[in-house]
Structures are given as structure tokens and as C-alpha cells.
């Protein structure tokens, strides 16, 4: 997420010029802002599957009736006959088919490198947020020396 940086000295620019930055900072905030709330419903969704897989390591062989989701809100009752092992998708749709312990540390590092990304775009979020505070903080400024020259 790293590109060129670049700065803007803000008391050079009029107050049109500043709430147009000011609209592009907001409409950036908002776009980072859902890709962070996308990521973390992502993260919950892993830590789901590795909560499952941690439950299927510890179940007992007297544990493997299921209900299998045929529809929405229709299941019926099934036998594992392979308690060792599960599908995982990987993406875009494609099933690995792996061992319980694989299956965990799939997802533990999907959980790790997902709270990486997060910590990441968190400070990004942080920083484009204190760029439009400065920019807010210009351009009322400069609006009410405007209005002080009028007077």
C-alpha cells in the first residue's frame, strides 16, 4: 500500500482548493474505512473455521454425527467417516482437501496475516484522519481571516 508521497504545503492553497482536499481526504477515509471493517469480517470468518477445526481436534470418536446444511434453513443428520481431515478453501471456490493440524495452522496464519494488514491500514487510517484534521483546521482558519477582512 506504499506509493509516492506527496505534500502540500496547505497555507498556500485557497479555501476552494482546500475542500476539494478536504472531499478527497473524506471520500479516501471512507473507502479505507470499509476495507477495514471488510478485512476484519474476513479475520471473524477465519477464527470461525479455526474455532471449527479446534473443536473437530478435540471431539470424540462418539461425536461424529453432523447436521448437513441443504438449504438456508433445511439440514439433515450425517456421519464423518473421516474425522482426520477437511476441506479447505484456499480461494476463489478451490478445496484443498487437509489434515486437522494443517488445517489449523492454514488458518492461524490467515488470522495472523490478516491482524498484520489490520494493524497496517490502521495507522493509515490514523494518519488520513490527523491529514484531515490539518486540512479542517487551515481552512477555518483561512475562512475566518476572510471574514475578519471584510469587517
Known amino acids: 500500500m506504499s506509493g509516492a508521497r506527496e505534500t502540500i504545503n496547505l497555507d498556500t492553497l485557497e479555501p476552494q482548493q482546500l475542500a476539494q482536499v478536504k472531499k478527497q481526504l473524506d471520500e479516501e477515509l471512507e473507502h479505507l474505512t470499509s476495507s477495514f471493517g471488510q478485512l476484519h469480517g474476513a479475520q471473524n470468518k477465519f477464527r470461525d473455521c479455526l474455532r471449527c477445526v479446534n473443536s473437530r481436534s478435540a471431539a470424540t470418536a462418539a461425536q461424529n454425527s453432523v447436521l448437513v446444511p441443504l438449504t438456508n434453513s433445511l439440514y439433515v443428520r450425517g456421519e464423518l467417516t473421516d474425522t482426520e481431515s477437511v476441506l479447505v478453501d484456499v480461494g476463489t471456490g478451490f478445496l484443498v482437501e487437509k489434515k486437522l493440524k494443517s488445517a489449523e495452522q492454514f488458518y492461524d496464519g490467515k488470522v495472523q496475516e490478516l491482524a498484520n494488514n489490520l494493524k497496517e491500514l490502521e ?11 490539518a486540512v479542517e483546521e487551515v481552512l477555518r482558519q483561512k475562512l475566518m481571516a476572510a471574514q475578519g477582512s471584510q469587517a
Open 123 to 133: 495507522a493509515i487510517v490514523s494518519q488520513k484522519q490527523a491529514n484531515v484534521r
